[in-house]
């Protein structure tokens, strides 16, 4: 059993006018065979809340807990929680000048393991990883994100998420950018993932799009740093059709 666990998170980020309370008090239960759906307008802190999970240093936790199967997330090192079996898909991922798809695969699988993958096993895994995302075998020897196109680097990210196998996927705006055909080929990938034994996702989304390829199990509409309604798909049906205004007219209330 899996069981990320969020409660009444807080959280600031440093500005030129000092520190700004950007989420205010986040609670959310994701277990093992659940995906949640996070859907807000752009600015409402669902980034943040990514970077916080995945324990960037911008981002001060000034109350609220997060844990993984009882454990303080909070506490972790970002190479800990990777460990722990968190996995974050950045919504603007950075280049890695110099380091290759392959060996920076290779790298991530070993710290997060504590041993290195099996040599023959790992290139095999590598290769179905890449073709199952319609990603040329040649692909690997690329520098990490170094021009990458858009649909590239979320494909990267879902090849990362296969191999590396984590427990929690926090998944941000992984659908931006992507043509109807790369959507669908990053959504299968999702959805082989989620098919695994114990698997949780956080899918960080400001369109409804993707939803039509990955069913969610819980949908949230997060404004103001807060969630501020939680249902099933039918919240997302409701949102295609009428946006976001009328819970953005009640957070400025
Ligand atoms: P979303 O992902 O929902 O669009 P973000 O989490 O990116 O929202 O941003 C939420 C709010 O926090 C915005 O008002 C944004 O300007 C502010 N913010 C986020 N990160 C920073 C930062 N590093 N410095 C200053 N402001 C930030
Ligand atoms: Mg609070
Ligand atoms: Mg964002």
Redesign the pocket.
Known sequence: MTTLDIKDLHVT???EDGP?E?LKGVTLTIKDGETHAIM??????????AYSIAGHP?YTVTGGSVTLDGADVLAMSVDERARAGLFLAM?YPVEVPGVSVSNFLRTAKTAIDGEAPKLRTWVKDVNTALQALDLDPTFGTRSVNEGFSGGEKKRHEIAQLELLDPKVAVLDETDSGLDIDALKVVAEGVNRFRAREGKGVLLITHYTRILRYIEPTFVHV?VDGKVAESGGRELADQLEAEGYDKYVRTAAV
Do not use: H
């Open positions: 980020v440093e500005t700004k950007i807000g307008p752009n600015g409402s802190g669902k980034s943040t809340l911008k919504q997060f």
